[in-house]
């Protein structure tokens, strides 16, 4: 059978992703992978969820392991409407679906929004998922807030972008955090101009000093003034990395005509999210389970951030910048533009260090002298070992180059 | 005059114009409606209406203390590995357990050519993403999987209807269709969804011939195979068109799904595609951009509840208690039901299909039926020629068997009401 003309066209702008390479190269026990957004799973909360799912399965295990609603059962999205509420924000169980990890809200988002060839704007770097996913649609990318806050934004509005993606609090990549001044600005234009804006936000909880932000979907329905959510932002939640990324629970909130679209599409893909896993994460995060963890996560994760900063400050050559993020899991690091950050994962394997390399972070080819680190996944001292390997192999490179 | 950034402005919230989402929709949606499935499930969750409408295997049965057991296991000895993220393709040693159940005489399934996916469902999205484009032709029974339908909606594909019997798949009636150069055929050969019917092995035969003449792939959906009440299964078209190519392997035209939704529970949402490796590969890469993979505890929990021969019992009291169901609902029908109606007799599965004479709209039927207290899927929307409108769908395996015959009886009343009375 001759498959490769039988494929759709858009199978053909696939592409084997690095991202599953990595996660192969990562059954290697030798390899510390700085590569993957993955929690350390000594961090993962085994016995709570353990608990949660005798206490699912002996109440009620009929309703468990049946089929459910496709927007996700009655509980867990009236417990993240609850968490998501604010002051200024009421968010109603009816604006949120449940999604397979927030990879599939991205999914779903692309396919109710997007045709071939829409001009889509986003941070460069951004992030890798997202491009992934969005890459059969051929999309025109428009890179924004690239330069501070020197965009005009009455200027990228034309010609009009069909949607913007953005990940608010400690992106991945960059670890940034989009101040409040350009979400208040961004929030308007989108009104203005009649443009969504897809809020990615798996990290926003995991802020380890630091004021909290309101989010991009608070600003605007702060805007709207209605009480309720504005709806020209669409936010991306996750239990991923606050509980377990292996449940694959995640959540969009949307503007009710989109819902009904983004369920219609939901529905076609997989009728409805594991209804089991829905039930455990639910079980496992109320009663303040999930607060308490993320506060204990923070600890952790703080640490190992601090671990990382002062080991790229110890060992890394003064020519090498990176940036110090309040939150999340991430470090971007600029090499001298003359060095291939693909070159130097090739040596850094041999030395059983692995990151990914900025090229596949970026749009318009740009990036190939940054790398992302994450800090997520090891101790202290494990870090500390895999930035002083990593720094002699830049090193190496340096003096070749010189 | 306002501040640039003050949130609170009345100017900004005068124009701060809610979203028109009308004109902001991808193209692709324009093909989307609501589901009458979901419609239909909404009205049916008054707890006085006898449902025979829902796809469902029966709650009652889910092996709970097993799948307990599975998850006690799973969490104390691997708890660090089953709540991490894991590869795309799936967990290791459930794609083992997947090949051996499949792999047979005459054919050897490895694990490299499975891929697990988020219930069948997500199979079937994964190969639309992966073959077709937008107008392509593909040939389906009629009547045909309403899921199948809904997934691959947004490609507005050009159905072409392939005429089915009480041996399903007209074979003899596919070969003038498959001129039209169809992109894929597409089939559930076991007890199908909604017909009832299935595949005769001499079909089979003649069917995987077409394939190799006209090079044409085919999609075997098959969630209902192990659900067989009586003799043995028969063998998977996937089998029958690699020994038709004298291969040992799944390398021939054929892409088989299947799923653990039916024989064990359908709230884990784990389903597979077996496929040759060019295939796998390709749909692993759409499968990343989709939900990067598919919950790695409910994965784990599968393989803890399939091994060691439980999953052959349990399939096996499956086949007991939902035969006895199918034979209390059949003896219903015959005592209840008027003669001008008839209906399929599956050997298996969850459903069958009844056609009643053509004035009647079933549709229709439905409305009166929900206020009388029972409920079925009108067949209209499984037929894609248009036709269907005199047949529904009934499911017998989630309709406890105390209630059957009051289901049947108060549809009865209603299809001889319906034949006495002629709407219109």
Known sequence: MDWDSLLSERARRLEPSRLSAIMQSRRSTDVISLAGGAPDPELLPVERIRAAADVVLSERGGEALSYGNGQGIAELREFIAQRMSTEFMRVDPDNIIITSGSQQGIDLVGRALLNDGDRVLVRNPTYMGMLNAWRGYRLDWQPIYCGGETDDLDQVMQPRPKLMYFVTDFENPTGEVFPPERRASLVKALAQYQVPALEDDPYGQLRYDGEPVPTLLEFDAQQAGSGAIGGHVIYAGSFSKVLSPGLRVGWLVADKPLVTRLMQIKQGANLCSSIFDQFVAYEASRDGFLDENIAWLRTRYAERRDAMIAALERYFPPEVTFTRPEGGFFILVTLPESMDSVELLKRAVQRDVVFIPGESLHIQGAGSNTLRLSFSRYKPEILEQAIERLAEVIKEMLAEHI | ?424
């Open chain 2, 1 to 424: 005059m306002c501040g640039k950034n003050d949130l609170f402005c009345p100017w900004y919230k005068r124009n701060h114009a809610a979203m028109q989402w009308d004109t902001r929709f991808a193209a692709r949606t324009a093909y989307m409606k609501r589901s009458t499935i979901r419609e239909i499930l909404k009205l049916t969750a008054r707890p006085d209406v006898i449902s025979f409408a829902g796809g469902l295997p029966a709650p009652e049965f889910f092996p709970v203390e097993r799948v307990q057991e599975a998850v006690d296991l799973a969490l104390s000895e691997r708890g660090q590995v089953a709540l991490q993220y894991s590869t795309t393709e799936g967990m290791p040693e459930l794609r083992e357990l997947i090949a051996a159940r499949l792999s047979d005489a005459r054919l050897t399934i490895s694990p490299d050519n499975i891929l697990i996916t988020t219930g069948s469902q997500q199979g079937l999205d994964l190969i639309g993403r992966v073959l077709v484009d937008e107008g392509d032709r593909v040939v389906v029974e009629n009547p045909t999987y309403l899921g199948m339908l809904m997934a691959w909606r947004p490609y507005a594909l050009r159905y072409i209807p392939a005429p089915t019997d009480t041996d399903g798949l007209n074979v003899d009636a596919l070969e003038p269709l498959l001129q039209q150069k169809p992109k894929l055929i597409y089939v559930v050969p076991n007890y199908q969804n909604p017909g009832g019917f299935t595949l005769s092995v001499e079909r089979r035969e003649r069917l995987v011939q077409l394939l190799a003449r006209y090079e044409v792939p085919l999609v075997e959906d098959n969630p209902y195979g192990e659900l067989c009440f009586s003799g043995s299964p028969r063998p998977s078209i996937l089998s029958i068109d690699a020994n038709n190519l004298g291969i040992s392997t799944p390398d021939g035209h054929v892409i088989y799904v299947g799923t653990f939704s039916k024989v064990l529970s359908p709230g884990l949402r784990i389903g597979y595609v077996v496929a040759t490796e060019q295939v796998i590969d390709k749909l692993v890469q759409a499968k990343q951009s989709a939900d990067l993979h598919s919950s790695t505890l409910d994965q784990f929990i599968t393989y803890e509840v399939a091994r060691d021969g439980f999953l052959d019992r349990h399939i096996a009291h499956l086949c007991e208690v939902y035969r006895e169901r199918r034979d209390v609902m059949l003896a219903a029908m015959e005592r209840y039901f008027p003669a001008e109606v008839s209906w399929s007799k599956p050997d298996g599965g969850l459903f069958l299909l009844v056609t009643a004479p053509a004035q009647v709209d079933t549709t229709e039927l439905l409305a009166e039926a929900i206020k009388r207290g029972v409920a079925f899927v009108p067949g209209a929307d499984f037929h894609i020629d248009g036709g269907g409108q005199n047949t529904f769908r009934l499911n017998f395996s989630n309709a406890r068997p105390d209630l059957v015959e009051a289901g049947i009886q108060r549809l009865g009343d209603l299809l001889k009401e319906a034949l006495a009375h002629p709407v219109k």
